[in-house]
């Protein structure tokens, strides 16, 4: 009884596993799809580019140039 | 008492019946041709009163990133040595000779001469390739150039590039045409041709388009594109900002600024659009075309000393590379550049020695920072020494 009790609950934690896999696999097929789109490369670069903008601008910078 | 009248004075008087009179009193009159002239007067007399100013070529649109700061210009592989001699200033002519081992793009002996005076420029160099390139540029005024490009190779096909370049008060004008020929059965142009205009719209802000034309073969349909370009510096003139928008669905845009007198840093991001085929993964045969965009971003930074030069960059496809010069002596400079493909695990690797010589005693006096009777140059204030 006890391992058909045991057994029983282990089925339902698999299926419970099996559930939080399926939706992490799905998350995760989604974000590798969207880096496949060409609105992931305009973003990233014009996202790098602006970025690359404000710390070429930023105090940083100036003190990246020594002060000889 | 009344005065008696010279010749020269009845001859002052202007006549109405001039050519030239006649000619300026139809045009003033005329309400068609005199729309246009107010018009244009207008517009000319605004453009002064903008107080516009050249806002340079097409050609050096983002110049300050990708030739000053970047240093794709001046990378190699392998171990060279350059051996320069300066036999004159002013007009300058100068010799050079490379050697180079281990390099995939440079050859392994290579001479170039150039001759410069305030109008003519003559470059030419040949290669144990019997690759044969050369380039002159004539300046008929300050406002007017014009440039012819040749190169002979023999792998490779001849080019020819014949360009005008014309530089107005607030704009600047670009005509070139590659290996243009009317010879063939229907006379009809074959090559390239490209005309493009940057006007400056404010002091700080120039747009401009650039029209081009190819047509390979006389049978084949001709191609057509137009590209927009933008500048855009500051009024310190201490950062500049480029954009280029080209025909063939590259999108290109850069910033620049100078940090101190020897410090400049850049960036620059290069989108690219355009089409890839789907193919059936079954059959492999092609079922339609879906849009693609390959981008990449590179940041640089240049390092500009009285004796060195230190450019480095980094890029978003996972390019680390950097180039060193530095001169150890009058007469000789030590040049080193690597680069490492983070992505792809390749590594490049540059070494190098530029000798210059000078090819009279004067030149030599010079090198040694002396004038021609030995004294100290008073040499114009440099960047700090490192």
Known sequence: MSEGLFAGAGATLGGEQKKIAGNGKSKVSKIEEFKKTPLYTVLLNGGLFIAGVVLIQSPIMDMLAPQL | MSQPVSLKSVNVIPDPNTSTEVS??????????SFFIDTYKQIHSHRLSLELIN??????LNKE??????LSQYFFTGFKADLNKAFALNPAFQTSHTF???SQNLPSYAFSALFADDNLFIQGNVDNDKSLSGRLNYGWNKKNISKINLQLSNDQPSMCQLEQDYQGSDFS????SLNPSFANSRNIFTGVAVGSLLQSVTPQLALGLELLYSRAQPSAPADAGVSYLARYVSSKKDWVFSGQLQANGALVASFWRKVLPSVEAGIETNLQAGMTPITDPVLGAPVGIQPTVEGSTTIGAKYEYRQSVYRGSISSNGKVACFLERKVLPTLSILFCGEIDQFKNESKLGCGLQFETAGNEELLMMQQGLDKDGNPLQAPPQPTEI
């Open chain 2, 173 to 176: 004008l670009n005509f070139k």
């Open chain 2, 24 to 33: 300026n009193g139809f045009w003033s009159s005329n309400p068609i041709s």
């Open chain 2, 100 to 102: 180079s081992i281990g």
């Open chain 2, 55 to 60: 806002p340079g070529t097409v050609e050096n």
């Open chain 2, 65 to 70: 990133v990708s030739r000053d700061v970047f």
